[in-house]
């Protein structure tokens, strides 16, 4: 369960990465740093559209119904991959 977790935090990052067209890698990126900032320390996501879209994309590859996504799974990507961890269908995660 810690490597599918493992491997769903990355998947998270990349399509954060995606979204947000940053040029990082997910390992550039915290686990536990917040989505949203506040003024002394700045979060990920500054527009809270992206959200929408993440949760789309998730939603999508998780078959994670978009009423499950609320505030506390979007706090930071560990929050967001044990929201994503109960719906996984084993054969959706790709192990590297």
């Known amino acids: 369960m810690d490597q599918q977790l493992s491997v769903i935090k990355t998947e998270i990052k990349e399509v954060i990465i995606d979204i947000l067209r940053l040029n990082v890698s997910p390992e550039d990126i915290d686990d536990d740093q917040n989505f949203f900032g506040t003024e002394t320390e700045p979060g990920i996501?500054?527009?809270?559209?992206?959200?929408?879209?993440?949760?789309?994309?998730?939603?999508?590859?998780?078959?994670?119904?978009?009423?499950?996504?609320?505030?506390?799974?979007?706090?930071?990507?560990?929050?967001?991959?044990?929201?994503?961890?109960?719906?996984?269908?084993?054969?959706?995660?790709?192990?590297?």
């Open 45 to 96: 996501i500054e527009d809270s559209l992206v959200i929408l879209e993440i949760a789309t994309v998730l939603s999508e590859k998780y078959d994670i119904p978009p009423t499950e996504f609320n505030e506390e799974s979007f706090v930071n990507v560990t929050s967001l991959a044990e929201l994503t961890l109960k719906f996984v269908n084993a054969d959706k995660i790709t192990t590297s």
